[in-house]
RNA sequence: GCCCGAGUGGCGGAAUGGCAGACGCGACGGACUCAAAAUCCGUUGUCUGAAAGGGCGUGCGGGUUCGACUCCCGCCUCGGGCACCA
């Protein structure tokens, strides 16, 4: 069960049954071995930023060193980011489940530390990782030592050390570092100042520079002169650069045997088990020593066997020691297989857990190349024609992705590290999956709250005078993503009832920019369809449901407007913004109207490309129209539309003329004037010389064709 | 707390240093109709004015510029992500 699936009492959320944690065994998958790759190649991707960074994130790379500190329990290794402040640790605090905290407790100690631990346990994730809780510990009663000063330290316990990350346990520099400050403020553990911070640091913490750090109001993270920082062999006191004292105290700890320079992740390797029904099972079985064995090649793919209960085995709700046994365990016959593995004929058997869903979302868009091969997931030549390496250094991997921001850490991480497992293992060409990362925006509509805060049917809310009521009770309006907890999905059958996909399509794509969340508005679909109406009408005569069309030359301002739509919709198409290509055509849409409705017919130089123009918003419309137009090639085998340069350019056009940076008038003018001709014409228009009244312009701003400026 | 993103008419939005509000919805008016729907034509940021016109206006406060929705500095609000990561 994944932990969302806990409720607050610590019950499932399905059918309120008591959870237990309980360690098991199961299959994980490395990906920590390819966090550099995973990391690195981010820089290669053409990906939102915002994308890149969480993953960044969710990778969480840090540099610095692991220092061993002895104890009498043995070594304590630490990983820290700052080794240059290693004069300043004067206590170690080790996470409450490390595995030396029973050796290192004494007797003194021991019932206060196993208190502690017994209180950590019983936080839940949250609450541990809430970070306005003060700090709490214990001390063990046990020493180590500082391997640069050779002092004995405390060593203490406390939850804010977490067990998951490095190595469970830190080394406490204090005056660097805020939790470790407030932690030795708390328990009154020595604080000693490593760096001297500057003056700026002093004056915005109101105190006089001092190196006592009882004054200190903080600790001093950041570059600051060393000081305190030396023994026989190694010195850091005068010295300012951080990176410089990091790499001399690294080779220091490694010259002395008890550390080194080390990096370490966030990301934790990949938890690959379900104890479910639904999900490929694992090529495994074992043998009588429970030794696995992959199953071969010819035998593969294993199958799920047929099933009748899905259920998982029904425990007694307080049994909190008898092992779960997933739905394939109880299947007896598919369990138990007879093989011959090069051993001659023995039993095995099968493994029971099945895999994630992320196994088939990680690969899905390279079975979609080749769905119908049988011998290959991919055959090798097709995944380099649709995915292989653009030009040297290119990464490969599918032209457009689109998809939700939901997915940036889950499964766009997945789906690179199998990926880049498949490139490895030369199956692939390319070393990601998906080069260009488009994240969509989510279509949010109203949701409605009755009294006792339930959400009710959107759709059968009614407003009255600025107020919601839901069967005659007043309900609460709120805005959120569709979803069905909300109550508030529109789904796109009821549209294609009522509109039709071509309108649905188009409705979608125009309401905004396709990155941007945006409101699901049922009352605007009616203006596309409007449009799509329009635009069928002057192509087809309603009532004989023939094409009015005819070769008739289009006027020239007609052809004009064709031509800047073209240019305007093919930049459009290309930054996949849907919302003005759509804008555009409606614009030539209605200039054809008027024409139509004066000459009775659409010139066919217009009928075609506009049908073009539509076919990838609407393609079905487009398409019947297509085969009414009679062109022999099939639309989607036709060259998209090109704008003719010297269309895009009118005779006359019309320049804006600001006094002091204001808008006054504008002035018809060639479209081929030049700057003198413009100061001329401008100086000579009625509302700048009485603006100006006599005076002479202090200076005047002109943008070749586009604008005239008078500053007085 | 840290990191991203966004704030423009009654609504969705357009304009990325040069005419703010393209296009759509809604609203209002007109044509057609016995009538209504549909369709077609027009008006629609706001204040002021009979009108011509003028003032104000892109979350708030400053700045840069001949000129700022757009660039810079500081803030506010909303949305999203991460969160004791050593």
Redesign the pocket.
């Known amino acids: 069960m994944a932990n969302e699936e806990v409720t607050a009492e610590g019950r499932s959320d399905i059918g309120n049954y008591p959870v237990f944690k309980r360690n098991m065994r199961q299959w994980t998958m490395r990906i920590t071995a390819y966090a550099d790759r995973l990391l690195d190649d981010l820089d290669r991707l053409d990906w939102p930023?915002?994308i890149k960074?969480?993953q960044r994130?969710w990778i969480?790379r840090?540099t610095?060193a692991r220092v061993r500190f002895s104890s009498a329990a043995g070594e304590i290794e630490v990983?820290?980011?700052?080794p240059d402040t290693l004069f300043g640790a004067t206590f170690m605090v080790l996470?409450p489940e490390h595995p030396l905290v029973d050796a290192l407790t004494t007797n003194s100690q021991r019932s206060a530390v196993e208190k502690y631990r017994e209180s950590a346990r019983k936080l839940n994730d949250n609450e541990?990782?809430n970070?306005d809780?003060k700090?709490t510990g214990v001390d063990t009663g046990a020493t180590a030592t500082n391997p640069v000063t050779g002092e004995q330290i405390p060593i203490w316990i406390a939850?804010?050390?977490?067990m998951?990350?490095?190595t469970?346990a830190?080394?406490a520099v204090p005056s660097g570092?805020e939790?470790d400050f407030e932690f030795a403020r708390a328990y009154n553990l020595p604080i000693v100042a490593i760096q001297m911070p500057p003056d700026e640091w002093f004056s915005s913490n109101k105190i006089a520079p001092t190196t006592d750090c009882k004054l200190w109001p903080t600790a001093f993270v950041g570059e600051g002169t060393y000081i305190n920082s030396s023994n026989k062999n190694l010195s850091l006191d005068g010295k300012r650069s951080m990176s410089d004292a990091i790499s001399q105290v690294n080779s220091w700890l490694e010259n002395n045997k008890c550390g080194e320079s080390a990096i370490?992740y966030?990301l934790r390797n990949w938890l690959f088990s379900r104890q479910r029904y639904w999900g490929e099972p694992f090529p495994i079985v074992y043998d009588e020593n429970d030794m696995p064995y992959s199953v071969p090649d010819e035998l593969l793919p294993v199958k799920l066997p047929e099933l009748t209960d899905f259920k998982p085995q029904a425990l007694d709700p307080n049994d909190e020691t008898t092992d779960p046994m997933p739905p394939l365990a109880r299947v007896t016959d598919w369990l138990k297989v007879e093989l011959d593995l090069g051993d001659g004929k023995k039993t095995y058997r099968r493994e029971v857990n099945v895999m994630p869903q992320w196994a088939g979302s990680c690969w899905y868009e390279l079975r979609y190349l080749d769905p119908t091969n049988i011998d290959r997931f991919v055959d090798a030549q097709v995944e380099r024609y649709w995915m292989g390496p653009k030009s040297a250094g290119h990464t490969g991997g599918v032209d457009l992705y689109v998809g939700g921001?939901e997915h940036a850490?889950l499964h766009l991480l997945y789906s690179r590290f199998w990926h880049k497992v498949l490139f490895d293992l030369g199956h692939v060409s390319s070393e990601e999956p998906f080069h260009k990362l488009f994240n969509q925006g989510y279509i949010q509509a109203y949701a409605y709250r009755d009294s006792r805060g339930q959400t009710v049917p959107a759709n059968e809310v009614v407003e009255q005078n600025g107020n919601y009521f839901y069967e005659g009770e007043p309900v609460v309006r709120e805005y959120g993503k569709m979803g069905k907890s909300l109550k508030n999905i529109v789904t796109p059958d009821e549209m294609y009832d009522e509109f039709g996909a071509d309108t649905f399509r188009l409705y979608e794509m125009?309401?905004?920019?396709l990155d941007?969340?945006?409101?699901w508005?049922t009352?605007?679909v009616?203006?596309?369809q409007?449009?799509l109406?329009?635009t069928w009408r002057n192509l087809v005569d309603e009532e004989t449901n023939e094409l009015h069309v005819s070769d008739e030359p289009a006027p020239i301002e007609l052809r004009r407007a064709l031509h800047r739509c073209i240019d305007g919709v093919r930049q459009d198409m290309e930054n996949l913004?849907f919302?003005?290509a759509?804008?555009k055509l409606?614009?030539l849409n209605?200039a054809l109207?008027?024409h139509v409705?004066a000459a009775g017919s659409t010139p066919r130089e217009i009928a075609v490309p506009l049908t073009q123009m539509l076919s990838p918003l609407c393609p079905h419309i487009a398409e019947e129209l297509w085969q009414k137009l009679g062109v022999q090639t099939p639309i989607t085998y036709t060259a998209f539309p090109v704008a003719d340069p010297k269309l895009l350019l009118s005779e006359t056009i019309?320049i804006?003329v600001?006094i002091?940076?204001k808008?006054?008038t504008?002035l018809a003018a060639p479209a081929d004037i030049s700057d003198d001709e413009l100061r001329a014409l401008a100086l000579a228009d009625a509302k700048v010389i009485a603006a100006l009244a006599g005076a002479t312009p202090a200076?005047i701003?002109i943008?070749p064709k586009?604008?005239i400026?008078f500053?007085l």
């Open positions: 930023e915002s960074l969480m994130n969480g840090s610095g990983f820290t980011t700052r996470s541990r990782q970070d809780r700090k939850d804010y050390v977490l998951g990350y490095g469970g830190i080394m570092d939790r370490t966030k921001v850490v125009s309401t905004g920019p941007a969340s945006r409101p508005n009352r605007d009616v203006g596309m409007r449009f109406q329009r913004r919302n003005t759509i804008s409606i614009e209605n109207t008027v409705n019309e804006p600001q002091n940076g808008l006054r504008r200076k701003v943008v586009r604008l400026n500053v």
